[in-house]
């Protein structure tokens, strides 16, 4: 069974800059995708970003140009470069993985194993 820990989160000024990490263990997710959804209170669950086993990136219109995702799979982990943050990136950011491709990144059903969360809270 895969474990999945995000890191990274906290509080940050408008126009400031996080990173995110989400280290995986108990099973490797070199041929799957790895990906970020967050959501904010009283919001559904949306998608953030994900990334290929071979590193293509794809990205939600919002934090396109400003979020960065990559992957170090000798490590089992996934990053999320957050820039120019603004107030409405406030979240609880999670990261998800599965084994293979399974269609519609921006689909949650077509992810495997999640994360517990890390909480992301960006002041105007």
């Known amino acids: 069974q895969a474990h999945l820990v995000e890191s990274g989160g906290g509080l940050a000024q408008a126009g400031g800059s996080l990173r995110l990490s989400c280290a995986a263990s108990?099973?490797?997710?070199?041929?799957?995708?790895m990906g970020w959804f967050r959501q904010a209170p009283g919001k559904e669950r949306e998608f953030v970003a994900a990334i290929s086993w071979s590193g293509g990136t794809y990205y939600a219109d919002s934090v396109k140009g400003r979020f960065t995702i990559s992957r170090d799979n000798a490590k089992n982990t996934v990053y999320l470069r957050m820039n120019s943050l603004k107030p409405g990136d406030t979240a609880t950011y999670y990261c998800?993985?599965?084994?293979?491709?399974?269609?519609?990144?921006?689909?949650?059903?077509?992810?495997?194993?999640w994360g517990q969360g890390t909480q992301v809270t960006i002041s105007s």
């Open positions: 998800a993985a599965a084994q293979s491709y399974g269609g519609d990144y921006s689909r949650d059903n077509n992810w495997d194993y």
């Open positions: 108990g099973r490797t997710f070199r041929s799957g995708p």
